[in-house]
């Protein structure tokens, strides 16, 4: 905020729309990082996407390169998903 003259030069009217810019803001940011989310784990996960790490056409040869196991990919899959199922409850949506 900026102060002049001990008032607030945006006022109050300003600040308040301002509050909602950033909360439309907040919610489309998260709603897509959530829709992206998913859609890597669950509608491409088999596929070759291009932006897969070295040679691998899918989720466990990415892994693999990593030098991680099956295991490993499926807990870090169900954390992603669980957390991004409560974005919306956490954001107060």
Do not use: H, Q
């Not at 996407?49 to 693999?64: L, S």
Request: one cysteine or more; glycine letters at 8%; a positive charge.
């Amino acid at each position: 905020m900026l102060w002049v003259d001990g008032e607030n030069w945006l006022g109050s009217e300003s600040t308040t729309r301002w509050a909602g810019v950033y909360r439309n803001c907040w919610k489309y940011c998260t709603n897509n990082c959530r829709i992206v989310d998913m859609n890597v784990w669950f509608n491409k996960f088999n596929k070759d996407t291009g932006y897969r790490g070295g040679a691998a056409t899918n989720m466990v040869e990415e892994f693999e390169e990593c030098g991680l196991s099956k295991n490993t990919m499926y807990t870090i899959r169900a954390t992603k998903v669980s957390l991004a199922s409560l974005v919306p409850s956490v954001a107060g949506f």
